[in-house]
T-cell receptor
Framework: KAGVTQTPRYLIKTRGQQVTLSCSPI?????VSWYQQTPGQGLQFLFE???????NKGNFPGRFSGRQFSNSRSEMNVSTLELGDSALYLC?????????????FGPGTRLTVT | TQLLEQSPQFLSIQEGENLTVYCNSS?????LQWYRQEPGEGPVLLVT?????EVKKLKRLTFQFGDARKDSSLHITAAQTGDTGLYLC???????????FGQGTTLQVKP
């Protein structure tokens, strides 16, 4: 099976702009989660979508939003970008079990905000 | 708030040495996972442990889940340069549906 794909891989944006990141999960996986990874904070959970519904949400401001389509593909949007939003954004797919919650990560999108 | 503390944060050893990485929490997890991440890539799942006291072996890597399901360890025997990377533990709570990650252990294995 093909792995998780994320586009674009690299992105440079200016403060105040907005950005949309895309993720295609492993075929058959219904759960897609998004994470932000920074050197200082490590891997932090943003939100999870399961069957087009947000099932869980982390502690991020409302500028961070997402959605999932009927084919399980997901997008994440960040509005009014701040310098602190510079990070590696990782998407992960999972079959959907909440007891195991095994995550299969994509390569990430490196976002730089200037 | 559930937290996972990993130690040590950094480890630099010579090829052939053994090492252990620890992952501790005051919370109980339904399962615990270990991932390895290389620069510029996403984390790759190494193993999932589910039962308290469970031990799993993956070649030279041995993973153990604490009896109370609050802690875990990763032991690498005879480390190789290819083991270099960031090792992350992550705990899953069936009630919250969230995966909590530790801060990670950066391992450098020198030839």
């Amino acid at each position: 099976k093909a792995g998780v794909t994320q586009t674009p891989r690299y992105l440079i944006k200016t403060r105040g702009q907005q950005v949309t990141l895309s993720c295609s999960p492993i075929s058959g996986h219904r759960s897609v989660s998004w994470y932000q990874q920074t050197p200082g904070q490590g891997l932090q959970f943003l939100f999870e979508y399961f069957s087009e519904t947000q099932r869980n949400k982390g502690n991020f401001p409302g500028r961070f939003s997402g959605r999932q389509f009927s084919n399980s593909r997901s997008e994440m949007n960040v509005s009014t970008l701040e310098l602190g939003d510079s990070a590696l954004y990782l998407c992960a797919s999972s079959p959907g079990r909440t007891d195991l919650y095994e995550q299969y990560f994509g390569p990430g999108t490196r976002l730089t905000v200037t | 708030t559930q937290l996972l503390e990993q130690s040590p944060q950094f480890l630099s050893i010579q090829e052939g040495e053994n090492l252990t990485v620890y992952c501790n929490s005051s919370s109980v997890f339904s399962s615990l996972q270990w991932y390895r991440q290389e620069p510029g890539e996403g984390p790759v799942l190494l193993v999932t442990v589910v039962t308290g006291g469970e031990v799993k072996k993956l070649k030279r890597l041995t993973f153990q889940f604490g009896d109370a399901r609050k802690d875990s360890s990763l032991h690498i025997t005879a480390a190789q340069t290819g083991d270099t990377g960031l090792y992350l533990c992550a705990g899953a709570s069936g009630n919250t549906g969230k995966l909590i990650f530790g801060q990670g252990t950066t391992l450098q294995v020198k030839p």
